[in-house]
């Protein structure tokens, strides 16, 4: 099997490898597979391990370049899949009981773009329950089990990307594909000390992907680098077959292409208004991160999200779309075999939305985005911590408050992962340190819809001065477990 | 809270026999979250011709040089 370190190699580096012949494809793939077996269990980190598929992508890839065949950058490169993604052959559970036999006879779009680059599908990812649409509380509401932190397995990897998050983070695999409604990837991400892209609304096809909110969802690559997630980016996006896709001459991610990169210096706005709390740890780190940045040639200053009603817009409309796209599951009553409490009712709640409920949130979507928009004419990304808090543990203590009396946290309507999601921005986390008790922290770049170059750029030159990214976690109270 | 009460009726009617008493105290507060969350949205003001996004269209402007220009330049 292949040392550790080359495991955590980004997928230029194990590219360049296997194109030298210094390893096959499918001693890669057998190592991250021993890997997954291994450690994924102990981390709840997937959902089914695709051995067989995986291997044979591998001795296909393996023809091909010895042949002197080469299909690009992802070529014989394993990676893993949220398991709300079909694959032809395999479960498709959406993370939840009642799909647990869920098989779907066909291929997402994203899943045939991956074939044709000669990708290595090492298995698919664990997630929340439904990717969190009908609504949850905490890691437990997963068909896997709660899935553990590779750096504290006492801690969360957050949701509903937890998987992908977890795989990534313990060197499971150089990459996973996750989906992001409002902070699926960039949460997770965040607090499993990885780069985490969101790319914008239509980037990437959906085809073959569960939906909670037609327009909100997006998939998006986890790795080890901002550099990869370009990379990936570049195979995965454009497909003129969803409604809401980009246009065409838009949809393509060329990667890398420094002329649609921003010029330098790098115009950053740092936002000074989206929380109503912050970890302090979590804004030292992010500060320190900003000056990174200048010191490597960004110009920085303060930005303020402009006022309105972003996360009750987003998180309305997720209720009311996912109340839609769930509607048998409501109906039937099945959604009592959710696991977690919240959902199993909150979708008859959400059933109780009117039309106009619905339009009215959508006339003031309108608006709130072009408010945004407006911010971009002054900067080429906003920034801001990846999450106000640390990585939270998997055991809440309990509370103190009667169920009777519990009361929802006050809304941050100015929160990042509402106002981008709402918008369809891309977003990029990517880690910038570490708390005192040795949990990632991280940064996020927003950029303007369809700009998903000006994240990548941002995250890569701050990733191009630091190595934080270049940090992996002790495995080893694992594997002794 | 009349809204409040009167989608919670509704709710029963179609859902309660099969929710828990527990359940159906935890409807209640989502219902009354969610109002919240609306009365922010009914705050906001509105003209007649303010279109809703419901096909999102996002606001691509034209690349140019690596800057993003706006349409009229």
């Known amino acids: 099997m292949l040392d550790e370190k080359i495991l955590y190699l980004s997928i230029r580096e194990l590219q360049a490898h296997l194109r030298k012949h210094s390893f096959s494809p499918v001693e890669l793939a057998k190592s991250y597979l021993d890997r997954s077996q291994r450690i994924g269990s102990k981390l709840n980190a997937y959902v089914t391990i695709t051995e067989e598929l995986a291997l044979e992508q591998a001795r296909a890839a393996e023809r091909e370049i ?12 394993p990676y893993a899949l949220k398991d709300l993604v079909a694959v032809k ?15 779907l006879e066909y291929n997402a779009t994203v899943v045939e773009k991956l074939n044709q ?4 599908l090492i298995g698919k990812a664990a997630m929340i329950e439904l990717a969190g649409g009908l609504g949850y509380t905490n890691g437990y509401a997963s068909l896997t089990g709660p899935c553990k932190n590779p750096w504290n397995p006492d801690c969360w990897t957050c949701g509903s990307s937890s998987g992908s998050g977890a795989i990534v983070a313990a060197g499971l695999a150089p990459w996973a594909l996750g989906s992001d409604t409002r902070g699926s990837i960039i949460c997770p991400a965040s607090w499993c000390g990885v780069s985490g892209l969101r790319p914008s609304f239509g980037r990437v096809s959906r085809y073959g992907a569960m939906t909670i909110a037609w327009s909100m969802d997006k998939l998006g690559p986890m790795a080890c680098t901002a550099d990869d997630c370009g990379v990936i980016l570049s195979v995965i996006a454009h497909d003129a077959r969803d409604h809401d896709s980009l246009q065409p001459s838009e949809a393509h991610f060329r990667y890398p292409a420094p002329e649609l990169e921003p010029r330098m210096p790098l115009r950053v706005g740092r936002l000074t208004n989206v929380w109503n709390k912050i970890d302090l740890q979590v804004q030292q780190a992010a500060t320190e991160a900003l000056r990174v940045l200048e010191r490597a040639g960004a110009r920085v200053s303060d930005a303020q999200m402009p006022d309105g009603p972003f996360e009750q817009a987003a998180e309305l409309t997720i209720l009311i779309e996912a109340a839609s796209a769930f509607q048998t599951l409501i109906d039937s009553g099945e959604c009592a075999k959710l696991a977690d409490p919240l959902g199993q009712i909150n979708g008859y709640a959400s059933r109780a939305f009117s039309a106009s409920d619905y339009l009215q949130i959508q006339r003031v979507r309108t608006i709130l985005q072009q408010k945004v928009d407006k911010l971009f004419d002054s900067f080429d990304v906003l920034t801001t911590a990846g999450q106000p808090d640390l990585a939270q543990p998997l055991v809440q203590p309990t509370s103190k408050t009667p169920p009777h009396e519990e009361r929802a946290e006050p809304v941050e309507p100015r929160a990042p992962d509402g106002v981008s999601s709402l918008c369809g921005l891309p977003a990029i986390a990517v880690p910038c340190g570490f708390s005192s008790n040795g949990l990632p922290l991280a940064i996020q770049f927003i950029g303007r819809a369809g700009n998903d170059h000006a994240v990548v750029a941002a995250a890569r030159l701050f990733q191009s001065h630091s190595d934080w990214h270049k940090k992996h976690p002790d495995l080893s109270r694992l594997q002794h477990a | 809270m009349q809204e409040v009460d009167a989608r919670f009726n509704e709710t029963l009617r179609r859902y309660g026999d099969r929710l828990s008493e527990e359940q159906r105290n935890r409807i209640r507060r989502v219902l009354a979250d969610n109002q919240s969350m609306l009365a922010a949205i009914r705050d906001f003001p509105l003209d007649n011709g303010d279109a809703p996004a419901t096909a999102l269209k996002l606001r691509i402007e034209k ?10 330049e």
């Not at chain 1, 052959?89 to 098989?103: F, I, M, S, V």
């Not at chain 2, 690349?63 to 009229?72: Q, S």
């Open chain 1, 66 to 77: 010895l042949a002197g065949r080469h299909r690009g950058p992802l070529n014989g490169i």
């Open chain 1, 89 to 103: 052959g395999y479960p498709t559970t959406w993370g939840a009981r009642p799909y647990a036999d869920q098989k």
């Open chain 1, 117 to 120: 680059a000669g990708a290595v």
């Open chain 2, 63 to 72: 690349f140019r040089y690596g800057r993003i220009m706006a349409d009229h």
